[in-house]
């Protein structure tokens, strides 16, 4: 019988099950600090998942979405029957995972206990919470996060627009500032209407793995410009801000539409800003007066 790996992320409980538990821990040191010994008494896991699974008899009816993002190709597929079943390609090697439609419960194809399948495992779970996590009022981000007194900035924008390099400055300009994740932060609406922003095992290509939460004061979408001018976003353009980097499937409509519904629900409570901005102190001082 396989043993099991529970996690703890953004206060949601996920359930590996492994042939070889302290191999397939030792493949993801970036979920240690989330490694917890047993779900707590009347909690449900948001997902279990369970590797080794012979996908092969799964029929695909028919293709739903096809990206390919930093060398990785994610492909979704509708199965016969009326599951879904999503495809990672990288390196040419491929693995898939295959969920019903409440997303409780994700089979895999991958080993949980191969050292070269450590990115499919990591990557597949990654997508697995992002999608499963939508009706709980929480969004999967991409964004890189500075907090200073447990009040947290979301540094927002394209690949490439310098928000590691806002954050980087930061704590070099501020002192207290410290970087909670610098790509993949879960943003969570609690139930008396704080937004809290958490630290997860995923952080793009930075080593950032703080089982920590704060506060969110703002968010900012930084653009790349001669000279340093911070505005306030209001409407559609607020919107897209936060939609554009909010992780989701367009294949899962259900979770589509409650992504929609939480970033509406953001933005009745966090304001959104435009930073044009050089990389230097100046930008720094605009974005440091919304923590005042």
Known sequence: MD?????????????????????TASLLPNYEPFRVAELPVGVEPLFTF???????????IALLEDKTSDGVRAQVYHTDDRQLLLELTIDRRHQA?????????????VLLDDP????FINRLIMIAFGVAVAPHRTLKMHASVTVLNGQALLFLGVSGTGKSTHSRLWRKFVPGATLLNDDEPIVRVLEDGEVRVYGCPWSGSTPCYKNESARVKAFV?????????LSRLRGRDSFDAIYSSSAFLHSDKVRHLAMFDTVADVLER??????????????VSLTRQLLD
Do not use: F
Request: proline share 7%; charged share 25%.
């Open 50 to 60: 369970t590797g080794s699974v012979d996908l092969d008899t799964k029929k695909r």
């Open 270 to 283: 966090i304001p959104v800003y435009r930073l044009d901005c050089r990389p230097d102190e100046e930008a």
């Open 116 to 119: 070269s399948a450590a990115i």
């Open 97 to 109: 995972l295959c969920v019903d439609r409440s997303w409780r419960t994700i089979v895999s194809d």
């Open 221 to 229: 979408y930084l653009y790349q410009a001669p000279e340093n001018k």
């Open 3 to 23: 043993g099991q790996l529970i996690y703890c992320i953004a206060s949601e409980h996920i359930v590996l099950y492994t042939p070889a538990p302290e191999v």
